[in-house]
């Protein structure tokens, strides 16, 4: 049971232009989420999170919307860059959960 | 630096060869986690730990032991490889147990022939 969805596995966008990230989740106990960026040969590395008391969290080109009546939350990328390409998982976690459960992940490309 | 050390980078070895890959963070991190990363499949985990001497099976574990004797160290230890453990790891840790961001090493990429 797949409780955080990526559906999209890619996604291509011009430099400048916006970039808009979808996920998906099943478990209404999730009170936490997190995006992460992963370039090839690196590990994950934190981008931006947002608890399940706001519905925004911004940080510079990056916004994260929440939306918890849809179980979906967005990753906004304005503009886009082609340095932002690369994988960019969606995890979810809370409650008494020790996890942190992740998404298969987005791979986007910025074309110059 | 703040970090999380992951060695081997890169190891190929042999079905039943038993292998160890260490993970060390020098962040003073109570909790910390294994994953793996297969094409298709995202970031799976395999095991966790909340602290020393507490750890608890994630959603892959088959195949896997870990061990966490230290606050700073988090072995994975696959007693006799398979191939289907053929991966790329990575070993993560985080602050509180519940909640905030998980700091990743750099990966352990590993064959099993």
């Known amino acids: 049971d797949q409780q955080v969805k990526q559906n999209s596995p890619s996604l291509s966008v011009q430099e400048g232009r916006i970039s808009i990230l979808n996920c998906d989740y099943t478990?209404?106990?999730?009170?936490?989420f997190l995006w992460y960026k992963k370039y090839p040969a690196e590990g994950p590395t934190f981008l931006i999170s947002?608890?399940?008391?706001?519905d925004k969290n911004e940080d510079g080109r990056f916004t994260v919307f929440l939306n918890k009546s849809a179980k979906h939350l967005s990753l906004h990328i304005v503009p886009s860059q082609p340095g932002d390409s690369a994988v960019y998982f969606c995890a979810a976690g809370g409650g008494s959960n020790y996890k942190l459960t992740f998404g298969k992940g987005t791979l986007l490309t910025v074309n110059p | 630096e703040a970090q999380v050390t992951q060695n081997p980078r890169y190891l190929i070895t042999v079905t039943g060869k038993k292998l160890t890959v260490t993970c060390s963070q020098n962040?003073?991190?109570?909790?910390m986690s294994w994953y793996r990363q297969d094409p298709g499949l995202g970031l799976r985990q395999i095991y966790y730990?909340?602290?020393?001497?507490?750890?608890d099976k994630g959603d892959v574990p088959e195949g896997y032991k870990v061990s966490r004797k230290e606050k700073r160290n988090f072995p994975l230890i696959l007693e006799s490889p398979s191939p289907n453990q053929t991966s790329l790891y990575f070993c993560?840790?985080?602050?509180?147990?519940?909640?905030?961001?998980?700091?990743f090493g750099e990966g352990s990429r590993l064959t099993v022939l």
């Open positions: 478990n209404s106990m999730f009170d936490y």
């Open positions: 962040m003073n991190h109570e909790y």
């Open positions: 730990s909340m602290n020393v001497e507490v750890t």
């Open positions: 993560a840790s985080r602050r509180g147990t519940t909640t905030g961001e998980l700091f």
């Open positions: 947002i608890s399940s008391i706001k």
